[in-house]
């Protein structure tokens, strides 16, 4: 074990990389993903590593926190929480990072915390030399799960050439962009994007989807694009055709209303976000399944306090995904690793990254799975000429702020978002 462990510097680098056009309840994809990439360096030489949202305003609290955590002993997760307190203050970003819930004070601290705290966790790795699962109970699992995650698109961004997934606006699209994910990931499960079409157009989808890929679980996920009415409508057509319905209608009422009367659990990643949450959505039996999502839930070590909860009342874990690179890949296979309640395959956007990352040597898919890396930390290195091109990527673009609405009426300016669409 080394000696002097605290924290001298933190450093903060925007990133962006291509997005392809994936169309979704609030529009469609920018052609930049935003990300920002945490080092956190110990007087020791060791370096810590955290991947996190991109948006400026993120950033700005990113900034304000970083120069206070000099000193931190990376061990001491109650001190980083408290220095992140103090430094926040009552600072509230409002900005949503797309579809993943209403922000509030305490879910932006949260999220503010996740991206100091794993590389903290990824330090401590490094001291004593064991992997990140280790420091989070124990792996129960060799290889983590994920699913296929399918999005209706658009073969490119207006003015560019068609990126290499193609276009996907129908049935059929659908299963031929699945049936390619699936060939080159070995995916055992698939979930599609919904609330782009009318909801029979989306049931046709997932019924190809059951006629070409018998034995896969299947997940179909509007985004709240619909009304209770329509939610329950769609649920009984899909009776036997999907594993869960994440997210049909807004607000915990609106989940319990339809899971009363819906023949599959529903699952969320947009009602359920933080704590004071849990107890409306638990005791009405809103959610059958979370979708945990260490980025803005605290970090790996709150994920895994708030997986023992939902399985004390039975409900299932999956983890949600918004557009990332290889370090949170990472983390997310060390969480899964550590949680046993983790009862489905987690989402991830990796086949969307066509190739790009940050670390030297991303994590490997094999049949749909990524094996959790037995080196100390985290198990990802940087990639400093990577993160070079990637930081020169974001003084480029000349996005700052991930706006789906926006870009979509900037393509078709009578773009009407509506919430519930149908």
Known sequence: MTGDLRVTDVEVTPIAFPDPPLLNAAGVHQPWALRAIVQVRSRDGLVGLGETYGDAAHLALLDRVAPALTGLDPFNLSDLRSR??????????????????????????????????????DLQGQVVGRPVCDLLGGKVRDRVPFSAYLFYKWAAHPGAEPDEWGEALDPAGIVAQARAMIDQ???????????????DEEIAAIRALRDAFPDHPLRLDPNAAW?????????????????????????????????????????????????????????????????????????????????????????????????????????????GAAMPALTYAADTHTPWQLG???????????????????????????????????????????????????????????????????
């Open 185 to 199: 990931y070995g995916f055992g499960s698939i979930k599609l994007k919904g609330g782009v079409f009318h909801p």
């Open 227 to 335: 009304t209770v009415q329509t939610s329950i409508e769609v649920s009984a057509e899909t009776d036997g055709l999907l594993e869960y319905l994440e997210d049909p209608t807004a607000t915990i009422p609106g989940m319990a209303e339809v899971a009363a009367q819906a023949p599959m659990p529903l699952a969320t990643n947009m009602c359920v976000v933080e704590l004071d949450h849990i107890p409306e959505a638990f005791t009405t039996a809103a959610i059958g399944v979370l979708l945990a999502d260490h980025h803005y839930w605290g970090g790996l070590m709150q994920s895994t306090h708030v997986a023992t909860i939902c399985e004390t009342w039975g409900v299932g874990v999956s983890m949600h995904s918004n557009s990332h690179l290889g370090i949170s890949l990472a983390a997310m296979t060390h969480l």
């Open 356 to 422: 790009v990352d940050v670390v030297e040597h991303p994590l490997a898919f094999a049949d749909g799975a990524v094996t959790v890396p037995g080196s100390p930390g985290l198990g990802v290195t940087l990639d400093h000429d990577a993160l070079s091109r990637l930081h020169e990527n974001y003084l480029k673009a000349g996005i700052t702020t991930r706006d789906d609405t926006g870009y979509m009426r900037s393509i078709d300016p009578a773009y009407d978002r509506r919430r519930p669409r149908w």
């Open 84 to 121: 992140i307190a103090a430094a926040l203050g009552s600072a509230d970003a409002a900005d949503r990072h797309g579809l993943i819930g209403a922000s509030s004070r305490s879910k932006t601290r949260q999220r503010v915390l996740a991206s100091f705290e794993v590389a903290c966790l």
